[in-house]
């Protein structure tokens, strides 16, 4: 696609439930990235996928999150027994080439999770 | 641990005046100094990349530059199409996972 396309755009779920956020990078890129964003402040690293391989999670909060990309396209960023404060906006991001060859890292709009 | 900074928080300029943005960066290891801009809703849009101390790059009425310590983002003539918040990103490790300042809120006056 043209750019980092992510849904749903707002998400309003009730604590203790879970939630998936899916996203679709542009078309033709190999490695792509999961950032969270608190009101006010840039976005925080989350976890880092190249092709199919999950590289790098060390920025996950904890184990009720995970991310999947099984055929190296789409990916899911599932939360499990959501917490209000997991409400946030989470964003995707991909780059061409895998993370170490200096490609440009492109941004979605994200997705806004609201935890009640 | 990776930190970046930025200052100041918040910019109000008149039409024409210019400035300056700060980053101040404290990385193991940098692979890539990065400015983006990012509009009210929507996601962090690139403006630029820098390797080294000494580059600069240009874009319209916005120049990069870097030192070993530091970014600064200048802003000539600036216009109200320019109001934006500002984030500057230093990417470390081998998937150069981006690590944010906070942002400055630029807001250009006609």
């Known amino acids: 696609g043209a750019g980092v396309s992510q849904s749903p755009r707002y998400k309003v779920t009730k604590r203790g439930q879970d939630v998936a956020l899916r996203c679709d990078p542009i078309?033709?890129?190999?490695?792509l990235y999961w950032y969270r964003q608190a009101l006010g402040q840039g976005p925080e690293f989350l976890t880092y996928?190249?092709?199919?391989?999950?590289?790098?999670k060390s920025g996950l909060p904890n184990d009720r999150f995970s991310a999947e990309r099984p055929e190296g396209s789409i990916s899911t960023l599932t939360i499990q027994r959501t917490e209000q404060r997991d409400s946030a906006m989470y964003r995707c991001?991909?780059?061409?080439?895998?993370?170490?060859?200096?490609?440009?890292?492109?941004f979605g709009e994200g997705s806004w999770l609201t935890v009640v | 641990e990776d930190q970046v900074t930025q200052s100041p928080e918040a910019l109000r300029l008149q039409e024409g005046e210019s400035s300056s943005l700060n980053c101040s960066y404290t990385?193991?290891?940098?692979?890539?100094l990065f400015w983006y801009r990012q509009d009210p809703g929507k996601g962090p849009e690139f403006l630029f990349t820098?390797?080294?101390a000494g580059e600069e790059k240009e874009k319209e009425r916005l120049k990069a530059t870097l030192t070993k310590k530091e970014s600064f983002l200048h802003i000539t003539a600036p216009k109200p199409e320019d109001s934006a918040t500002y984030l500057c990103?230093?990417?470390?490790?081998?998937?150069?996972?981006?690590?944010f300042g906070s942002g400055t809120q630029l807001t250009v006056l006609p």
């Open positions: 990385v193991s290891g940098l692979r890539g």
């Open positions: 820098l390797y080294s």
């Open positions: 996928f190249n092709y199919e391989a999950q590289q790098d």
């Open positions: 078309s033709g890129h190999v490695s």
């Open positions: 991001a991909s780059s061409l080439g895998p993370g170490d060859s200096g490609n440009t890292i492109y």
């Open positions: 990103a230093a990417g470390s490790g081998s998937a150069r996972q981006l690590t």
